[in-house]
């Protein structure tokens, strides 16, 4: 190989290995502060959460695989719900989870919701040092499946896109 093969080689290599790495520290919320925003509107992209509800998130990024923090709604679906690691992501490639440009690193927990089964929350690091939001629980039965879904709660789908602000959302 050419010294310049290697060398261009070895700079691509390089890029990747800190690709990865960033600083993530930022995403903290110190005393006083919370993440907040309203849900996206577009019934298409929201199931199980009325049009308008507002979220909060607290997260302590020195903690984010033990005690990341929690997630509240004003309308009490959520209530300061504890964010919950799940350890085995530690060990699987879903940890790598990436959808689309703009993140730093996306973030999945779980977290129980005042009534039914634990959701889903994926939490996505933006760029500019916002968050995105994402709750999600259970699907749609099919046509020939008979599951009632009192056992774990509504369907929940939401995307709520969450700023950093001095305050508690209001709530």
Do not use: K
């Not at 774990?152 to 508690?168: A, I, K």
Request: contains cysteine; glycine residues 12%.
């Amino acid at each position: 190989m050419t010294r310049v093969a290697t060398l261009l080689m070895s700079i691509g290599l390089l890029s990747l290995g800190t690709t990865g790495c960033q600083d993530i520290s930022r995403f903290g919320t110190g005393p006083g502060q919370s993440y907040c925003g309203r849900i996206v509107p577009g019934g298409f992209v929201r199931e199980g959460f009325s049009p308008g509800v507002t979220m909060r998130v607290h997260l302590d990024a020195d903690h984010l695989y033990d005690a990341p923090g929690d997630v509240a709604t004003d309308d009490g679906l959520f209530a300061d719900a504890p964010l919950r690691p799940i350890p085995q992501l530690a060990h699987d490639s879903l940890s790598t989870l990436n959808f689309g440009e703009g993140r730093v690193r996306n973030l999945l927990y779980g977290a129980q919701p005042t009534q039914g089964a634990v959701a889903y929350v994926i939490l996505s690091l933006l760029d500019n040092e916002d968050v995105e939001a994402r709750v999600l629980r259970g699907a749609p039965p099919t046509d020939i499946e008979a599951v009632p879904v009192g056992w774990f709660g509504p369907e929940l789908f939401g995307v709520f896109p969450l700023t950093r602000q001095s305050n508690s959302c209001g709530f």
